[in-house]
């Protein structure tokens, strides 16, 4: 709109002055006149172009400023995002560990419990225990497994296997072998450890426990659908187990959607 103002007023000047020029100077003087009135406009004009341009650069300032501030909102509600996910994240991987520290020490219990009560009921003599060497083998393994040494405990299972594969404590051994991948996060070492004791000693009363470990380090992998068909497995296979128990547990969880963290 200022273009066209003063475009409108050169025209203006240009066909009015001449006419009036010839009344008060002669030809030389007018169009001395007329050139510098011309270049006053011309002037004037260039002013008027030069606020626009300035005006519309400011608008396009604002503009860009405004989407500046656009863009930081979307990063800040992204970074947001991100942090929701990844304390869900964390809090799905605790959640996993302390199911588990819970769900072994009550097998612990129970088993101690049955072994207790197995003492103290009135049945035929038991068979004769291992050799002192191969429990005191055995104990030695087990009891860096409980220091949480799981490197050195996995390497003394194996070794008592080898020295002993008949021993009635090898389907223990091989069931911490198990176990040992588990806490060092090697799950699929876990998943194969505990389908060996399942595969030679099925009827061993480790058997519904090697089946729990195996669920866990199926859903530490992601595999919750797997996991769900293993604990379902279990309650088939070893309805009256200790691990039957913590089974059903396990599966009203995994059917159970985890809630949304809290912020």
Request: hydrophobic share 45%.
């Amino acid at each position: 709109m200022g273009k066209r103002l003063a475009a409108a007023l050169v025209a203006a000047l240009a066909l009015a002055l001449p006419a009036r020029a010839q009344g008060l100077f002669d030809d030389n003087v007018a169009r001395q006149r007329i050139a510098d009135l011309r270049r006053q406009v011309e002037a004037a004009q260039q002013a008027i172009e030069q606020r626009l341009q300035k005006l519309e650069d400011r608008s396009a300032l604002v503009e860009l400023a405004s989407q500046i501030e656009a863009l930081r909102a979307e990063i800040a509600r992204l970074r947001g995002q991100v942090e929701v996910l990844q304390h869900q994240a964390e809090t799905a991987e605790r959640r996993g560990k302390d199911l588990y520290l819970d769900i072994d020490t009550r097998l612990r219990k129970l088993e101690l419990a049955r072994e207790q009560a197995a003492a103290a009921a009135e049945k035929p003599p038991a068979e004769p225990s291992p050799a002192a060497a191969e429990t005191k083998l055995y104990e030695a393994a087990l009891n860096q497994f409980k220091l949480g040494n799981y490197s050195l405990a996995l390497s003394a299972f194996q070794g008592f296997l080898v020295a002993y594969p008949q021993s009635k404590l090898a389907p223990s051994a091989q069931y911490w072998i198990g176990n040992a991948h588990f806490a060092q996060r090697e799950y699929k070492q876990a998943i194969a450890a505990q389908q060996k004791l399942l595969s030679a000693w099925p009827t061993d009363p480790k058997a519904p426990d090697a089946m729990l470990n195996i669920a866990s380090s199926q859903e530490a992998l992601g595999d919750r659908r797997g996991a769900q068909k293993t604990l379902e497995g279990l309650l088939a296979r070893y309805p009256d187990s200790a691990a039957a128990a913590g089974a059903r547990q396990r599966l009203q969880q995994l059917a159970t959607p985890a809630a949304p963290a809290k912020r």
